[in-house]
């Protein structure tokens, strides 16, 4: 079955009680049970329920796995990965990533005796050098929040089999249309949800996805252990935006294309970060591992001002000024401020998120209209 396809059938059938086409929304806690431990295959909604199953075996299949798990958000999918480990136990994480995970990562795990290495993961020596007999996990983030920059995959994959050393990789950005990180050799693949495969900007979600069942296995025990689940109508919400995922796709990659390619040869503009551009470090990359580039992108103003680029943003009327990303509507954001505020200044500027960042998530709506929204907000 095609990805096209996936999006819409894969891991699904009618329901069995009616024939319902869309699977129902389960809102249930409990189940009857003809007897102690009599049932149908689902006891309490925590452990079980039929829409999340549904959810979870649609992950599994456009991500070419064969388990999946949905929680109550991305950092809830994170926090699960992490519990597979001891105190004592070393990960070595992207160092240009998302700064709820930096957020997690330090302040929360790092209290009981986690040990983390933030390196620059586009020269896989960097991992290499940071391995001992303590590191039980290689983080990969690609394309990279909010930088863009791309890691290849098959290649830490190569050193953390090499090592034994679990490999998961954050595919949010590019999600299973553009990258299939467990078929490059990844253990785990997480999604913030809430972002491109939700793709309505109404929910908030987690996933992750593995082959391997003894893996599985420990992820289901800690996502029932913790309860960090989803609900049903979040269940359902997700469900029904992966079955347009390929379309609005195509249509974040055309528009991003074309933002990327106007912003490049504004006078305003110092550096446009996006992986399509062939002026971007990585692009050899991206054209390997990768189907296409994507709606996100990040650029730099002149001047490295911050009022400048909070100006900027302040003046979109397309765009709208607001955390997230994914969503049919474009948005934009300023990292330094807003969703990279939790990590110091010196570490963000080290990875080249400076005051005068600026990041776009490109939505599905016309390229001409989106194109003259920053004409406009640059210009002015």
């Given at each position: 079955m095609?990805?096209?396809?996936?999006?819409?059938?894969g891991?699904?059938?009618?329901?069995?009680?009616?024939?319902?086409?869309?699977?129902?929304?389960?809102?249930?806690?409990?189940?009857?049970?003809?007897?102690?431990?009599?049932?149908?295959?689902?006891?309490?909604?925590?452990?079980?329920?039929?829409?999340?199953h549904?959810?979870?075996?649609?992950?599994?299949?456009?991500?070419?796995?064969?388990?999946?798990?949905?929680?109550?958000?991305?950092?809830?999918?994170?926090?699960?990965?992490?519990?597979?480990?001891?105190?004592?136990?070393?990960?070595?994480?992207?160092?240009?990533?998302?700064?709820?995970?930096?957020?997690?990562?330090t302040?929360?795990?790092e209290?009981?005796?986690?040990?983390?290495?933030?390196?620059?993961?586009?020269?896989?020596?960097?991992?290499?050098?940071?391995?001992?007999?303590k590191?039980?996990?290689?983080?990969?983030?690609?394309?990279?929040?909010?930088?863009?920059?791309?890691?290849?995959?098959?290649?830490?994959?190569?050193?953390?089999?090499?090592?034994?050393?679990?490999?998961?990789?954050?595919?949010?950005?590019?999600?299973?249309?553009?990258?299939?990180?467990?078929?490059?050799?990844?253990?785990?693949?997480?999604?913030?949800?809430?972002?491109?495969?939700?793709?309505?900007?109404?929910?908030?979600?987690?996933?992750?996805?593995?082959?391997?069942?003894?893996?599985?296995?420990?992820?289901?025990?800690?996502?029932?252990?913790?309860?960090?689940?989803?609900?049903?109508?979040?269940?359902?919400?997700?469900?029904?935006?992966?079955?347009?995922?390929?379309?609005?796709?195509?249509?974040?990659?055309e528009?991003?294309?074309?933002?990327?390619?106007?912003?490049?040869?504004?006078?305003?503009?110092?550096?446009?970060?996006?992986?399509?551009?062939?002026?971007?470090?990585?692009?050899?990359?991206?054209?390997?591992?990768?189907?296409?580039?994507?709606g996100?992108?990040?650029?730099?103003?002149?001047?490295?001002?911050?009022?400048?680029?909070?100006?900027?943003?302040?003046?979109?009327?397309?765009?709208?000024?607001?955390?997230?990303?994914?969503?049919?509507?474009?948005?934009?954001?300023?990292?330094?401020?807003?969703?990279?505020?939790?990590?110091?200044?010196?570490?963000?500027?080290?990875?080249?998120?400076?005051?005068?960042?600026?990041?776009?998530?490109?939505?599905?709506?016309?390229?001409?209209?989106?194109?003259?929204?920053?004409?406009?907000?640059?210009?002015?």
């Amino acid at each position: 079955m095609k990805f096209n396809t996936k999006t819409i059938h894969g891991g699904q059938s009618p329901d069995k009680a009616y024939g319902s086409v869309m699977p129902p929304i389960y809102q249930t806690s409990t189940y009857a049970q003809t007897t102690p431990g009599g049932h149908k295959g689902y006891e309490y909604s925590r452990t079980h329920n039929p829409t999340r199953h549904a959810l979870e075996q649609s992950f599994a299949s456009i991500e070419n796995g064969n388990f999946g798990l949905a929680f109550g958000s991305g950092l809830a999918a994170i926090d699960a990965i992490i519990k597979l480990l001891q105190p004592g136990d070393e990960v070595i994480s992207t160092n240009d990533l998302y700064g709820g995970t930096y957020r997690l990562f330090t302040k929360v795990f790092e209290k009981f005796q986690i040990k983390f290495h933030f390196v620059g993961m586009e020269n896989v020596k960097q991992i290499e050098h940071h391995i001992n007999a303590k590191t039980k996990l290689i983080w990969v983030e690609t394309p990279t929040n909010p930088m863009l920059n791309i890691i290849d995959i098959k290649a830490v994959a190569n050193v953390a089999q090499q090592h034994k050393i679990l490999l998961a990789v954050d595919n949010t950005f590019a999600t299973p249309y553009l990258q299939q990180p467990l078929d490059l050799g990844a253990d785990i693949v997480m999604h913030s949800a809430t972002k491109y495969l939700g793709g309505h900007s109404d929910v908030v979600m987690g996933a992750l996805v593995v082959k391997d069942k003894a893996l599985a296995e420990q992820l289901y025990f800690i996502q029932n252990a913790s309860g960090a689940v989803c609900g049903p109508q979040d269940s359902f919400l997700v469900l029904r935006g992966i079955k347009t995922l390929h379309i609005r796709m195509q249509r974040h990659c055309e528009n991003g294309k074309a933002v990327a390619e106007f912003l490049a040869t504004h006078p305003k503009v110092e550096t446009v970060y996006w992986p399509g551009l062939e002026s971007h470090p990585n692009h050899d990359i991206a054209v390997e591992q990768m189907n296409d580039f994507g709606g996100m992108l990040s650029f730099t103003t002149k001047g490295n001002n911050y009022e400048e680029a909070i100006k900027v943003v302040e003046r979109l009327k397309i765009f709208t000024l607001a955390e997230s990303l994914g969503g049919v509507e474009s948005l934009a954001g300023h990292p330094a401020s807003m969703t990279h505020a939790s990590i110091p200044k010196e570490e963000r500027e080290k990875t080249g998120v400076v005051d005068s960042l600026i990041r776009l998530s490109v939505g599905i709506e016309d390229q001409h209209d989106l194109i003259e929204d920053l004409k406009q907000a640059l210009n002015r």
